[in-house]
């Protein structure tokens, strides 16, 4: 009975993110979908409540796949710069498929409360899994980064890969070649200003930066 529950459940996800991709958010309808998957409209909300949980379906679908390709793109590549054009190419590329929509997504997930926000409570697991990308990209560089940097840089750059999601939302360029332009340009610009953390002198302003950081998350 649990297997068939799960199984209802992932036809009708499959289904929205289908509908998503295809006719895009705003006319994808909760009826619609039961239609689509054959099933009550009462069982399409039984496993979701909205379409706002969909989205959070959609969100942790897209970081599992981002983090296989991830790991693929990452095979053989040790600079730190390499690394991170990888994590960050590949994001763009598992998120392609909905870009119709993202201006859509961003309404949903920008308020505070929403279920979707990728700050809340509810987005914990979807966010783990993206820092551990991250956290991955980070530590199999070579040379490796100043251990004092380590533990902080994985959120700091998923911190900065919201950003780069932000900006490919509204890139209307082809194939959102302007977020592919800012990604080669960054992430070198990253690696490099990174390296300078044991310098005697920018080493402290790197202190300062990462105090500054922690302080606010113990306030969160």
């Known amino acids: 009975m649990a297997a068939k529950s799960e199984q209802t459940r992932q036809l009708v996800a499959d289904v929205a993110l289908k509908m998503f991709r295809e006719v895009g958010f705003e006319k994808t309808t909760m009826r619609a979908i039961a ?3 054959g099933v009550s409209v009462g069982n399409a909300y039984y496993y979701f409540a909205s379409k706002d ?4 379906e959609l969100y942790i679908q897209v ?3 981002h983090a296989v390709v991830a790991a693929q793109a990452l095979e053989g590549v040790q600079d730190l710069a390499g690394r991170l054009k990888a994590v960050l190419h590949t994001g763009v590329d598992v998120m392609a498929p909905y870009h119709q929509f993202g201006s ?3 309404a949903t997930a920008i308020r505070p409360s929403s279920p979707v926000n990728p700050f ?4 914990t697991a979807a966010r783990e899994a993206s820092l551990a990308i991250f956290r991955s990209a980070v530590e ?4 490796a980064v100043a251990k004092k940097l380590r533990g902080d840089l994985p959120e700091l750059l998923w911190l900065a890969y919201m950003g780069v999601a932000l900006f490919w939302v509204y890139d209307k360029s082809e194939d959102q070649r302007r977020t592919r332009k800012l990604i080669d340009g960054a992430a070198p610009l990253v690696a490099r200003g990174l390296s300078l953390a044991k310098i005697p ?3 402290k302003v790197f202190d300062d930066v990462l105090g500054l ?3 606010v998350k113990e306030e969160s």
Do not use: C, M, Y
């Not at 809340?120 to 987005?123: E, I, L």
């Open 35 to 37: 239609q689509e998957a």
């Open 53 to 56: 949980e969909l989205v959070q």
């Open 63 to 65: 970081q599992d796949e």
């Open 104 to 106: 859509d997504f961003i």
């Open 120 to 123: 809340g409570a509810a987005s």
């Open 140 to 143: 199999g560089s070579s040379p």
């Open 201 to 203: 002198g920018v080493s």
């Open 213 to 215: 950081v922690r302080s």
